[in-house]
């Protein structure tokens, strides 16, 4: 344990905890830039030196060229810590044409997930409610992998260019997406249906409306 009494300065002290807030609230570690906006720093840079002066006494570790790849030494003490790459949006609603980049990585712990160590897995933040019946909302974060799908498998798609989150259903020798909220139609590929990760892990943000 740290003496962080000691150790940190009332500023250190005060990231530290915001470092904690935010993970528990949200799944991930803030970026620079929330962390620049929360404490009216004068630039994202200001934030980073913060940041190292706290991995420099030993209370963060930080993989350099990472967004958002900060990890509590206690977390990798009690778990065998995973980085996954964080994409943005995913429609949980309509399918729409677009390109998922890469938002930085979240650490989560592959043994709670039932993750291998080598599972190709990624993170997707969902937009939309066709998915609420399977409990999940607008907001939610997924974690998937890349792998087969089963049929009733949640699945991240791509169906004639357009990506969606949706159920993987197989009838007949057809495979189709199938919402979880009657007001959203059931997705028949007209000429492309290609699984990009099937759904291990809900991660819900605490106190969000």
Known sequence: MFDLSTKLTDRQRELLEYLRQYQ????????????QRHFGFSSQTAAMSHLRALEKKGV????SHKARAVVFPEDLERAEILDIPLYGMIPAGYASPQEQQADGSIAVDVNTLGLGRNA????LKVRGESMI????CDGDMVILEAKEPRPRDIVAALIDGETTLKRFVVKDGQPYLQAENPDFPDLIPANELLIQGVMQALIRQVGRD
């Open 60 to 63: 963060i570790q930080r993989h």
């Open 24 to 35: 528990r609230e949200n799944g991930v570690m803030p970026s620079t830039r929330d962390i």
């Open 133 to 136: 019946g399977a409990n999940i």
């Open 120 to 123: 190709k897995a990624f993170a």
